[in-house]
């Protein structure tokens, strides 16, 4: 169960508001006005707990779990011990997280709280339920709207603009953002700073202002020590939806379309373009000025050096078709194991 100290629970709520909550149905409507308080794991559940099958590997941890209620697809639903009350769902662990968001809801502020170490401009406009953390420094004409945060020593620069329910981490930095609703940024983040634009010649290296700002879309989610540089002239785009891991580096110009996952440690050069619902895995990279179509899925330490078709899903550096990738390492293991 989560630690008290740090997560603050809502409820008790019935199995039917669960239910409802979750989008999923009871196996056992008698069950509907038992009461629970908390969510757990299978592993750690409790009479009062609901909890979650995530897939078929922890199918054992089901049959002996002590919760009193399971989220899970139809096909396990008779792997449940007696007395635990079962909730039917097609999506078991978008359903849990439903739940755990109505045990464990966003803080809510009914006024602005400023921390009297914060530093303020005094043109900054704040939106009602603001908090302002100790150490925080928001710039001049910076634009915030209902129910944001910004945690310890971050740094909000001149003329920056967040929606409603914004999230910045301590010690992150935003600069030449314009941010829209439910925008977190994690910890150590650095959003906005100059691309790396310059030219080269022998004469030495030529710097190029870099011109643009980072505009961030709605729900979208910044990991702990990502760099986003700003554009160069036009603008650096994170679509509505995307979730951005830690460690990832976005060169200028870079543009992401709705709902991409990019995980940590990848890399994309300037000027390249995501379509929506885009993957990429941990320590891949995408080379400059390329487009990754729609739905294509790039596996863990890929190199993309050329444009890449809608739904593809590719693998290897060079990045190639995932089955291709397959074959040839199944080529390599059997050339290797002859004499």
């Known amino acids: 169960m989560p630690d008290s100290r ?16 979750a989008q999923c149905k009871m196996a056992d409507s008698a069950q509907a006005d038992r009461m629970f308080s908390d969510v757990g794991s299978l592993q750690n559940g409790t009479p009062d707990t609901v909890s979650f099958l995530l897939n078929k590997k922890y199918v054992r941890d089901l049959e002996g779990t002590k919760a009193g209620a399971v989220i899970l697809s139809a096909e396990f639903a008779g792997r449940a011990p007696e007395g635990t009350a079962v909730l039917i769902a097609k999506e078991p662990y978008r359903s849990y997280g439903l739940v755990a968001q109505a045990f464990y809801p966003a803080e809510t502020r009914a006024e602005t709280v400023v921390h009297p170490k914060a530093c303020v401009a005094e043109s900054a406009t704040l939106g009602d339920g603001c908090r302002i953390d100790a150490g925080a420094v928001i710039g001049k004409n910076v634009v915030l709207g209902k129910n944001c945060h910004i945690r310890a020593n971050a740094v909000i620069g001149d003329n920056v603009s967040f929606g409603d329910d914004g999230i910045v981490g301590e010690n992150a930095s935003v600069l030449y953002t314009i941010a829209g609703n439910k925008v977190y940024i994690y910890p150590g983040a650095r959003i906005g700073q100059d691309g790396f634009g310059f030219f080269m010649s022998p004469k030495g290296h030529t710097k190029i202002p870099q011109l643009g700002r980072v505009i961030i879309g709605n729900d979208v989610e910044i990991g702990a020590n990502t760099t986003i540089d700003r554009g160069a002239l036009g603008d650096t785009v994170i ?6 891991d830690n460690l990832v580096q976005f060169g200028h110009n870079v543009k992401t379309g709705r709902c991409c996952v990019v995980v940590s440690q990848a890399g994309v050069a300037g000027s390249a373009e995501l379509g929506d619902f885009v993957v990429l895995a941990g320590q891949s990279g995408v080379a400059g000025h390329l487009k990754v179509g729609s739905g294509a899925q790039i596996a863990g330490q890929t190199g993309v050096i050329s444009d890449v078709e809608p739904m593809a899903s590719l693998m290897g550096t060079p990045a190639m078709p995932l089955k291709d990738f397959m074959r040839q390492i199944a080529t390599l293991k059997k050339l290797a194991s002859k004499k």
């Open 6 to 21: 740090f997560f603050k629970v809502a409820g008790p709520f019935s199995l039917k508001r669960i239910a409802e909550i």
């Open 239 to 244: 679509g509505d939806g995307t979730r951005i």
